[in-house]
């Protein structure tokens, strides 16, 4: 299958600061890149869709200038989290989609730890 | 609103046992159904896709889509410790272009 990579894995830092995620497709070019949260013992939140070489799309409720999504390459997407706040704490994974198909394939995962 | 409904669980089998996990979809049009499993601190992994009405066979997976009762399962036979995990649903939204996520059904194999 397809191998999508997250980095970094975790990742703990201070209020207010920022924090960049990366998602990379490994073997293959991914024209969709999705972005989701996930807290403790809830389901996959989809955040945002991210198009190569166009501005994301986001879901309702999710703050577009405070999760900067940017898809400057096939097989890149970067989810930068601004001024972070504890409340931002949670499981962020990324997935990609093969060609035209509907199938994601999801990364690893990264677990930011706001204090 | 489109949703996909999962029984929450926790469903509880013996090893050996056949697992039945259970989908609805809202979105009579929808065309592209999807299991994953997502083990506890880790992320989705795909298992199976289905498109068609019937069973779709993967080793000891089986997935069952029914399109008129608007329903979709997961059997899992000869179940196994190592499949304890949380299996997600998920269903085409309608243009196509994202995935809805039902909120998963925790499965407990005990030996």
């Known amino acids: 299958g397809a191998v999508v990579s997250q980095h970094p894995s975790r990742v703990i830092c201070k209020s207010g600061t920022s924090v960049k995620i990366e998602c990379r497709s490994l073997d293959f070019q991914a024209t969709t890149m999705f972005w989701y949260r996930q807290f403790p013992k809830q389901s996959l939140m989809l955040m945002a869709t991210s198009n190569e070489g166009s501005k994301a799309t986001y879901e309702q409720g999710v703050e577009k200038d405070k999760f900067l999504i940017n898809h400057a390459s096939l097989t890149l997407s970067t989810l930068t989290v601004t001024s972070a706040h504890p409340e931002d704490s949670s499981f962020y994974i990324c997935?990609?989609?093969?060609?035209?198909?509907?199938?994601?394939?999801f990364g690893p995962g990264t677990r930011l730890l706001v204090l | 609103q489109k949703e996909v409904e999962q029984n929450s669980g926790p469903l509880s089998v013996p090893e050996g046992a056949i697992a039945s996990l259970n989908c609805t979809y809202s979105d009579r049009v929808s065309q592209s159904f999807f299991w994953y499993r997502q083990y506890s601190g880790k992320s989705p992994e795909l298992i199976m896709s289905?498109?068609?009405?019937g069973d779709k066979e993967d080793g000891r997976f089986t997935a069952q889509l029914n399109k008129a009762s608007q329903y979709v399962s997961l059997l899992i036979r000869d179940s196994q410790p190592s499949d304890s995990a949380t299996y997600l649903c998920?269903?085409?939204?309608?243009?196509?272009?994202?995935?809805?996520f039902g909120k998963g059904t925790t499965l407990s194999v005990s030996s």
């Open positions: 997935s990609a989609r093969v060609g035209e198909g509907e199938t994601q394939y």
């Open positions: 998920a269903v085409n939204n309608q243009a196509g272009t994202a995935l809805i």
């Open positions: 289905i498109y068609s009405n």
